[in-house]
């Protein structure tokens, strides 16, 4: 392997153009081999982890302003720019300036990403390799001559942002312009392809390396099937009950047509096993896309895959060939040791249909220290801390768990473990929703493909025990804070009665629950000062992180977040659900209005849309009936609650 010294006197000082969990990891990587590293930040971000952690912080209006990024680069004597993930990384544009400016890019050229940073480049660049490719049909090609289902996406980015499954003509232009919407807000591109849909399909990516002294190795593969609306939620390496003709064809695959493209930096080469062609004589293996950057999963492959017996950093290696260092390794030189899995931490509710949240963490734990190395097989990646304000004019995801294993069985035991261990409180995530993938058997099984979370949505958990915690939490604050008498109210409400709580002098607390039922619950420990509360609850140990604040008090059992507030918060709640009211069901801006008051409109009428996160939701008429109420216009920044519209129902 290559001394950490020889890198010095080529790149000396790096700028991060990005934020978030992926300018702490590049950070870490720099550090470690002496680069100073430089960090933009905008309005928002002044205080955020990156921006504190880096040698230098240089303030920018959007992460997005490639003029800005550059001169802050330039300012601060960088020699190159690291892009991480989103924001700029994939635009050949930027890599192009960069390059005119004098600096190094970490990834491609300029001409490396135009040609393969768009999905209808690199799906001819893959037929001239003679690489498979899905199915498509041309924009031009009628909806009626098309066999459905078919998939429109956008040519440009990534993520799952402007993706539309259509499964009948007559939803196929509406599909297309709300895909060009997303895709042009997301991307400022908004060509579109048009694939045949995979029902039945796995995500399989293979993971490359190349310099620019003409050598490419692939780093094994990923399976990334286990998505929401083409959105990853878990990732894992290697891909189980792989064939091993399957993986020699999707490894052998990558190479060719890295080599093909010239390709320098690491990169990702994904394909879409089609798992209903089996015993036809198809492979069913169709390329995807090429990602010209550092993938959100790249952590499980550093995992598992070791160079000469030794860990791998792909960061490292990103950095050591942008300073023109040749591969340290060659093919021969890989191996795969046990097996690992990444969950996907966002701000989103999955029980309130994967709705954005936004707010301000009070409490936040992991079951590891960010990029502090391994603890009981779980790494996290992460910048989220308490006290830190979570908007919507970011991507949501948060941060990433991740598990290893001497087998896979070994590795989802201990995701399952780390995400348990794993509170946020504050704030709405989809944690507890990560914990019952990784525990379910179809996981187990390895028998999710990429629609099994669209064709089996979660249901929401049951409260009941959170509440009872809750309940238990009230009445060990309230004595603490000198409560009196044998009776405490426990003035928490969830939508139902709230339920009495007594205290005895036993130290035995019983909660009526709703519905008459009734629980004793014995304190085993107490650790107040330390949020945690484990209790006996129906004769089995329970332990919660809680936090009991004036308004309210959050729960957090088993990665699950549970928030009760005082009745009192209530107060004038406005119209009741049912009727009419269409309130803003996250915080976000307006992107259009498409009814005025006095109109009659029909059920399931979109009246207007907004946007989060990145993510558009249309607004729709609950009933037929007349809009009474326009509480918005387009461009109108809007928080969550707001209302929208009202609809008063026909007669």
Not at 394 to 416: C, Q, Y
Not at 595 to 614: D, R
Request: glycine share 10%.
């Amino acid at each position: 392997m290559t001394s950490t010294s020889s890198i010095t006197g080529q790149l000396n000082t790096l700028l991060i153009a990005n934020r978030g969990e992926i300018a702490l990891r590049v950070i870490s990587a720099a550090r470690a081999l002496g680069i100073r590293t430089v960090a933009v930040h905008t309005d928002l971000d002044g205080d955020a982890p990156h921006a504190r952690e880096a040698d230098l912080a240089v303030h920018i209006s959007s992460y997005l302003d490639i003029e800005a990024v550059i001169a802050a680069a330039r300012e601060s004597g960088a020699e190159a720019i690291h892009p991480g993930y989103g924001f700029l990384s994939e635009r050949a544009a930027f890599a192009r300036a960069v390059e005119e400016a004098g600096l190094r890019l970490v990834g491609p050229s300029a001409e490396v990403m135009d040609k393969m940073g768009r999905k209808d480049a690199a799906r001819e660049i893959a037929v001239a390799a003679g690489v498979p490719v899905v199915p498509n049909y041309s924009l031009d090609t009628p909806p009626a001559e098309m066999a459905f289902p078919v998939l429109v996406k956008a040519a440009a980015g990534g993520g799952g942002k402007g993706m539309r499954i259509v499964r009948a003509a007559e939803d196929f232009d509406a599909a297309v312009a709300a895909a060009k919407r997303e895709a042009a807000s997301a991307f400022g591109d908004d060509t579109m392809l048009i694939e045949k849909y995979v029902e039945r399909g796995r995500h399989i990516e293979v993971q490359v390396l190349g310099d620019a002294h003409g050598h490419v190795v692939h780093l094994f593969e990923r399976d990334c099937s286990t998505q929401r609306r083409h959105q990853k939620v878990l990732e894992e390496a290697p891909a189980p009950t792989l064939p091993a003709a399957t993986r020699a064809l999707v490894l052998d695959a990558a190479v060719a047509l890295s080599r093909e493209v010239g390709y320098v930096n690491a990169g990702t080469v994904e394909f879409l096993l089609d798992t209903e062609s089996s015993g036809t004589g198809d492979p069913g293996v169709y390329f995807l896309e090429m990602n010209t950057r550092l993938q959100v999963e790249h952590p499980v492959t550093e995992m598992v895959v070791q160079i000469l017996g030794e860990p791998l950093d792909l960061v490292q290696h990103q950095l050591r060939i942008t300073a023109g260092e040749e591969l340290p390794f060659v093919q021969d030189d890989v191996s795969v040791v046990g097996h690992a899995i990444e969950a996907r931490l966002y701000a989103e509710d999955p029980y309130a249909e994967f709705l954005p949240q936004a707010g301000t963490t009070s409490l936040v734990r992991w079951p590891a220290p960010p990029f502090g190395g391994t603890v009981d097989g779980a790494r996290v990646d992460a910048a989220l801390e308490g006290d830190q304000v979570v908007s919507t004019g970011f991507d949501p995801m948060l941060g990433k768990v991740i598990a290893w294993g001497t087998d896979r069985e070994a590795a989802r035991r201990r995701l399952v473990s780390a995400l348990e261990d794993t509170a946020i409180l504050g704030l709405t995530t989809n944690t507890g929703f990560l914990r019952e993938i990784a525990e379910s058997d179809a996981f187990r099984d390895s028998g999710i493909d990429t629609a099994w979370l669209d064709r089996n949505p979660p249901t929401a958990p049951d409260r009941d025990l959170a509440r009872t915690i809750a309940a238990w939490t009230h009445v060990a604050v309230a004595r603490m804070a000198g409560g009196r008498g044998p009776t405490v109210g426990d003035g928490w409400r969830d939508g139902a009665p709230a339920a009495p709580t007594i205290l005895e002098l036993d130290r035995v607390i019983r909660v009526d629950r709703p519905g008459g039922t009734v629980d004793s619950v014995r304190v085993i420990e107490l650790g107040m000062a330390d949020h945690v509360a484990t209790l006996r609850v129906d004769g089995r140990r329970v332990e919660a992180v809680v936090n009991a604040q004036v308004n309210g008090i959050d729960v957090v059992h088993r990665g699950q977040r549970f928030l009760f507030e005082r009745p009192d918060v209530f107060g004038d709640h406005g119209p009741a659900v049912g009727d009419g009211t269409i309130l803003a069901p996250m915080p976000g801006t307006v992107l259009s209005v498409h009814v005025a008051e006095g109109q009659s409109v029909t059920a399931g009428q979109a009246l207007g849309t907004m946007e989060a996160m990145k993510m558009e939701l249309a607004l729709k008429a609950p009933f037929d009936g007349t809009v009474t109420t326009v509480g918005a216009a387009a461009g109108d920044q809007v928080v969550l609650g707001v209302v929208l519209f009202e609809v008063e129902e026909a007669t």
